[in-house]
């Protein structure tokens, strides 16, 4: 993996799967919750599972499903009590606080875009510390528009007033990543492996990103 760092100003990175490892959300939505639902409505695991995952279905790709305080009030659950409960499986994917620092090192403007709820990224935030390395932090929450919408781009360009050729983005989600493309930024990478507790994925319709590493050895970089 190599990119010209002379033609990047601004670096816009996703959060979960990307700089913080995917598998805290994988089994949050898959087992905790199930789990924890299950207990509070004498149901069986199995039961649970299909109801959940067909009610979020209804939502992918809107704000609500990345939204902490809509899941709560469909549930009748704390989404983020629960989430502290597993709070320990919150970590960083390989060398990315090293690729952080490695960027603000060289003057790069460091921006996290997430879809994640405000109330998750501060969670995240409390027990890695990643804000330390990061020049702004957006989340789509801030905007009522998640990252799939082209509004989001809209309104984050006028944010931070970022050069959309001259900008890297790094994200896990490919729906994310056509739309960003569709905005105009030039340089896009997936992430092969967000969930360090899954099989790597397919190969994408973006290049993709196996370490942080290799990026920190490219040209105008190392």
Known sequence: MTLNWRDIDTVLLDM???????????????????????????????QVAEKLARRMSDFQGTLNWYCTDFWSAEFDLDILALKQEIDHLIGYRPHARSFLETLGTHNKQRVLV???????????????????????????????????DQRFWQQLQENINFDPK?????????????????????????????????????????PMLDSFAHLMTSDGLA
């Not at 994200?171 to 997936?190: C, M, Q, T, W």
Request: charged content about 25%; aromatic content about 10%; proline content about 5%.
């Open 16 to 46: 979960d799967g990307t700089l913080l490892d995917l598998h805290f959300d994988t089994f949050f939505w898959m087992q905790h919750l199930p789990k924890r639902y299950a207990e509070q409505h004498n149901m069986s695991l199995e």
């Open 114 to 148: 997430t879809n994640a709820h405000r109330d998750s990224v501060d969670l995240k935030f409390a027990l890695t510390g990643i804000d330390a390395h990061l020049d702004s932090v957006i989340s789509s929450h801030d905007y009522g528009q998640p990252k799939e």
């Open 166 to 206: 001259r900008t890297l983005f790094i994200d896990d989600s490919e729906p994310v990543l056509r739309s960003a493309e569709k905005f105009g930024i030039a340089h896009l990478l997936s992430i092969e492996e967000p969930d360090s507790q899954t099989a790597r994925r397919q190969p994408s319709s973006f």
